[in-house]
């Protein structure tokens, strides 16, 4: 049964425009109160958001559903996605809910939800609060509405966290770090944890005003990020994403490492030490061909999922696995979070420099990537692409045109009006022609 709200990460859509209305989020926190309150008794809630405008206004409002369905709110202001799900699990609540559009542009909004686990919530569960919205909701009784009370240290409560992921006894003592919070969620407590362990800390995207958030910075942007490591002769770079759910690592010479790098990099370190379980890493299917190679040299295994970092996590739980994620920069680690934590991968990255002595360009070169080429096509309300005869005969020929010299993969975006082609191929030309085929057969058909 397909999801009318719900993508691959949580309800998403353009601020104060359906889906993203303050009347769809209030409706929404009832249905969710509704469905962990269904036995009566006192349950909570913790709510977090990044720091766009729009979060007020939706925050505002779940916490009105919510309540009026006897749910007991905790707001903890802006914090970092992966805050969420570990501090939903601490604080011993029932439901844990983000208001963030992640890499998006301050105009855009969502809403995800986390289990009292700590984990998002599984499909399964999103069906069943979206079942909940087509009928009445019934409230609470008067004597039984639920309070809303904001916790002040929620984001020491993070520092600590994030911290503690750092070997014991370490020090970044003599490291000039730049680090690049995209003017989001995480744009006090990642420079807090960097200066409390000991390092030199310049940062950058640190500067929200409800409008600024991912513009010009972060890990999609990571020019501000990489003229900084070079003009103040930094060591390395560590960029997040507006709510610091994903990081890029940038070398001292500003060069960017993609999550495939780094977690080639932990794969290995990890292996070495006999922390790495099952013997293999969790990624998606848009993760580079030269990661898959580098892991099977190693007598390793990469074992790969739709794209989503819910479906990343979904594999490494289902068959014990505690590393994997995306090539976009989200790093699950689950011996230490429940889902992508930019700044705790980024604190790996950190204690590799540390332990090896080597330069951040020596350590984010772990393997040759295999030419890639991904572009987008945008369409419009209604449309439907990929059904089109023209479109499936370009991707039949094209994939035969690749045979077995590389891969192609064509996707519908699950957070965007989307058409993603992407595809692999040794002969960069063949390559390039490959996927403007595809490309031009999308855009006609739009």
Same mark, same amino acid.
């Given at each position: 049964?397909a999801?009318?709200f719900?993508?691959? !990460?949580?309800v998403?859509?353009?601020?104060?425009?359906?889906?993203?209305?303050a009347?769809?989020?209030l409706?929404?926190g009832?249905?969710?109160?509704r469905?962990?309150?269904?036995?009566?008794?006192?349950?909570?809630?913790?709510?977090?958001?990044?720091?766009?405008?729009?979060g007020?206004?939706?925050? *505002?409002?779940?916490?009105?559903?919510?309540?009026s369905?006897?749910?007991?709110?905790?707001?903890?202001?802006p914090?970092?996605t992966?805050?969420?799900?570990l501090?939903?699990?601490s604080?011993?609540a !029932?439901l844990?809910?983000m208001?963030?559009a992640?890499?998006n542009?301050?105009?855009?909004?969502?809403?995800?939800?986390?289990?009292?686990?700590?984990?998002k %919530?599984?499909?399964a569960?999103?069906?069943e609060i979206?079942?909940?919205?087509?009928?009445?909701?019934l409230?609470?009784?008067p004597?039984?509405i639920?309070?809303a009370?904001r916790i +002040?240290?929620?984001?020491?409560?993070?520092?600590?966290?994030?911290?503690?992921?750092?070997?014991?006894g370490?020090? %970044?003592?003599?490291?000039?770090?730049?680090?690049? =919070?995209?003017?989001?969620?995480?744009?006090?407590a990642?420079?807090?944890?960097?200066?409390?362990?000991g390092?030199?800390?310049?940062?950058?995207?640190?500067?929200? *005003?409800g409008? &600024?958030i991912?513009?010009?910075c972060?890990?999609? &942007?990571?020019s501000?990020?990489? /003229?900084t490591?070079?003009?103040?002769?930094?060591?390395?770079?560590? =960029?997040? !994403?507006g +709510?610091?759910?994903?990081?890029?690592?940038?070398?001292?010479?500003?060069?960017?490492?993609d999550g +495939?790098?780094l977690m080639?990099l932990?794969?290995?370190?990890? $292996?070495?030490a006999?922390?790495?379980?099952?013997?293999?890493?969790?990624?998606?299917?848009?993760?580079?061909?030269?990661?898959?190679?580098?892991?099977?040299a190693q007598?390793?295994?990469?074992?790969r999922? &739709?794209v989503?970092d819910?479906?990343?996590?979904?594999?490494m739980? /289902?068959?014990?696995y505690?590393?994997?994620g995306?090539?976009?920069? $989200?790093?699950?680690?689950t011996? $230490?979070?429940?889902?992508?934590d930019g700044?705790?991968?980024?604190?790996?990255?950190?204690?590799?420099?540390?332990?090896?002595?080597?330069a951040?360009?020596?350590?984010?070169?772990q393997? /040759?990537?295999?030419?890639?080429?991904?572009?987008?096509?945008?369409?419009g309300?209604?449309?439907q692409p990929?059904?089109?005869?023209s479109?499936?005969?370009?991707?039949?020929?094209?994939e035969?045109d690749l045979?077995s010299?590389?891969?192609l993969?064509?996707?519908?975006?699950?957070?965007?009006?989307?058409?993603r082609?992407m595809?692999? =191929?040794?002969?960069?030309?063949h390559?390039?022609?490959?996927?403007?085929?595809?490309?031009?057969?999308v855009?006609?058909?739009v």
């Amino acid at each position: 049964m397909a999801r009318k709200f719900f993508g691959t !990460d949580g309800v998403r859509g353009r601020a104060n425009t359906f889906p993203m209305t303050a009347e769809l989020a209030l409706k929404l926190g009832a249905a969710a109160g509704r469905y962990f309150r269904q036995d009566g008794n006192e349950h909570r809630v913790v709510i977090g958001k990044d720091t766009r405008l729009s979060g007020y206004m939706l925050e *505002n409002a779940l916490t009105a559903g919510l309540t009026s369905t006897g749910m007991n709110v905790f707001l903890l202001g802006p914090m970092p996605t992966p805050a969420i799900g570990l501090l939903t699990k601490s604080m011993r609540a !029932d439901l844990g809910v983000m208001i963030s559009a992640s890499h998006n542009p301050h105009y855009d909004n969502g809403i995800k939800f986390f289990g009292p686990d700590g984990f998002k %919530l599984s499909d399964a569960a999103e069906h069943e609060i979206e079942a909940l919205l087509d009928g009445d909701i019934l409230p609470a009784q008067p004597q039984n509405i639920g309070r809303a009370k904001r916790i +002040d240290d929620a984001r020491g409560r993070y520092v600590e966290r994030a911290k503690a992921t750092f070997p014991s006894g370490l020090r %970044l003592d003599g490291l000039k770090v730049v680090i690049d =919070c995209a003017n989001g969620a995480a744009y006090k407590a990642a420079p807090e944890v960097l200066w409390e362990l000991g390092a030199e800390v310049i940062p950058v995207g640190v500067s929200p *005003n409800g409008f &600024n958030i991912n513009e010009g910075c972060g890990s999609t &942007n990571t020019s501000l990020a990489a /003229e900084t490591v070079v003009a103040h002769g930094a060591d390395v770079g560590i =960029c997040l !994403d507006g +709510d610091a759910d994903r990081v890029m690592v940038l070398d001292e010479t500003g060069q960017v490492a993609d999550g +495939d790098q780094l977690m080639a990099l932990l794969a290995t370190r990890w $292996h070495e030490a006999g922390l790495l379980k099952g013997g293999a890493l969790v990624a998606t299917v848009m993760s580079n061909l030269g990661l898959e190679r580098h892991m099977e040299a190693q007598g390793l295994r990469l074992e790969r999922t &739709n794209v989503g970092d819910r479906y990343v996590v979904a594999a490494m739980r /289902e068959k014990g696995y505690n590393l994997g994620g995306e090539q976009s920069g $989200h790093i699950v680690m689950t011996d $230490h979070s429940t889902t992508g934590d930019g700044l705790m991968a980024g604190l790996q990255f950190l204690a590799a420099m540390v332990q090896t002595g080597q330069a951040a360009s020596t350590l984010v070169r772990q393997f /040759e990537t295999v030419p890639q080429k991904l572009e987008n096509v945008r369409f419009g309300a209604g449309k439907q692409p990929l059904n089109e005869a023209s479109v499936q005969a370009a991707i039949a020929q094209a994939e035969a045109d690749l045979q077995s010299n590389g891969r192609l993969l064509i996707r519908k975006s699950g957070t965007e009006p989307l058409i993603r082609v992407m595809a692999e =191929c040794e002969d960069e030309g063949h390559l390039n022609a490959v996927v403007a085929s595809v490309v031009q057969a999308v855009e006609a058909a739009v």
